[in-house]
């Protein structure tokens, strides 16, 4: 089976536009979303409706999700992120405000060997940043695979004899072939917010016959997104933040 594994949209129509587009060449047969569905960008309510309509979908809240549906305090959030939230609360229509708070909390078994999170295993609002914290991931979960958002970062663990090495996804496309008897922990990158300085989208693509994954990047119309952002009265760093890629 064909997996599009997608995380971190962040409200940007154009980025996930330019995703799907690039998908429908690969033959996906399921799709799997990995949170944060809005926040930031100035597009959720047509986000989100694209997503709904993606058939054979598993998914997660992400923290902003939580946040926006009233499920989540802001205060832990800056105040650009805080303002992100109310803005596409006010914004939102009431159906996918429902919509964002029926959404499953992490971490979700899909197809028996598949984990997805949003931040990690044991804590859905927890960055994984660095081996140690893939090492205490690795306990919680019981599948070879798990995939994870969050931090917007490319990036590859894997356990081996309780050894975690960690890799930066740099170079575009990238391909790995998953090792039998290893374990992994995934993240392909945000769509919407990328913060590798690419500023373009990031998706993976996971074939679990052949236990191949490929990261890729694809361009989107960035100036478009930051009209729109630039068009409301959310804070302009928001757009200025998705030509560099942080």
């Not at 569905?37 to 709904?52: D, F, K, T, W």
């Not at 044991?122 to 695979?145: H, K, M, R």
Request: contains cysteine.
């Amino acid at each position: 089976m064909r997996y599009l594994v997608f995380s971190d949209i962040h409200g940007n129509l154009e980025a996930l536009e330019a995703v799907l587009k690039d998908a429908r060449k690969k033959r996906i047969d399921h799709y799997l979303f990995l949170g944060d569905l809005v926040g930031y960008g100035a597009s959720p309510n047509e986000v989100i409706q694209q997503v709904q309509a993606l058939a054979h979908l598993s998914l997660v809240r992400g923290n902003h999700d939580k946040a926006v549906a009233g499920l989540d305090s802001i205060q832990t959030f800056n105040p650009i992120a805080a303002a992100g939230i109310e803005w596409t609360r006010k914004s939102l229509n009431k159906k996918y405000l429902h919509f964002l708070a029926s959404l499953a909390k992490s971490p979700l078994i899909v197809h028996d060997n598949i984990t997805i999170c949003h931040g990690a295993p044991f804590d859905e609002d927890y960055y994984i940043f660095g081996e140690f914290d893939a090492a205490e991931a690795f306990g919680y979960i019981s599948t070879p695979v798990c995939f994870f958002g969050h931090t917007h970062f490319p990036f590859v663990y894997v356990e081996r004899e309780e050894m975690v090495e960690g890799t930066f996804i740099e170079k575009f496309p990238a391909e790995i072939k998953l090792e039998k008897g290893a374990r992994y922990l995934i993240n392909p990158g945000s769509v919407g917010q990328p913060r590798d300085r690419d500023p373009r989208a990031a998706y993976a693509v996971y074939d679990s016959k052949n236990n191949r994954l490929k990261f890729n990047r694809v361009e989107y119309n960035i100036a478009e997104s930051q009209r729109k952002i630039l068009a409301t009265d959310l804070p302009a760093a928001l757009a200025e933040r998705l030509s560099l890629g942080i």
